[in-house]
């Protein structure tokens, strides 16, 4: 199958979404500091350092997908989307499991899109949905 590889500002639009999904997961992490154990904390603030990695590695590495041209454009399409509608999710869930849930979710669809696995992205954006309506 023909690769092709995301375009820098495919990249950057991926790299902003998690950023502030990224950011989104730190803000409530402190928002909700005393309503934690130190263990949700820890795997909340691990979840956030290793989602602004991806964030910055999306823009540094040349990220390929084993798509053609076409079907790129829509997988970043949908990327960019899920990931909005994680942080959106992060703004809006009160409970702490879920918000674990969500961030392992956006985790696991940044290691995949790294991958340039298209089965491995289309699984991770489907878990990230579940995730979102859990």
Same mark, same amino acid.
């Given at each position: ?37 130190? #263990? ?22 040349? *990220? *390929? ?10 997988? *970043? ?7 909005? #509608?994680?942080?959106?999710? *992060? ?35 489907? #878990? ?7």
């Amino acid at each position: 199958m023909p690769s092709t590889e995301l375009t820098s500002e495919q990249a950057f639009q991926i790299s902003q979404a998690y950023y502030e999904l990224a950011v989104k997961i730190g803000n409530y992490r402190y928002a909700k500091w005393d309503d934690m154990t130190p #263990e949700e904390r820890q795997k909340l603030g691990s979840y956030e350092n290793s989602l602004l990695r991806q964030s910055s590695d999306f823009n540094q590495k040349s *990220v *390929v997908l084993l798509l053609t041209a076409p079907k790129t454009q829509i997988a *970043v399409k949908n990327i960019t989307e899920t990931t909005k #509608e994680l942080t959106k999710a *992060v703004k809006t869930l009160k409970s702490i499991n879920k918000i674990l849930g969500i961030a392992a979710a956006a985790f696991t669809l940044g290691g995949a899109i790294i991958s340039g696995n298209p089965k491995a992205i289309l699984d991770a954006i489907d #878990e990230a949905i579940t995730a979102i309506n859990a």
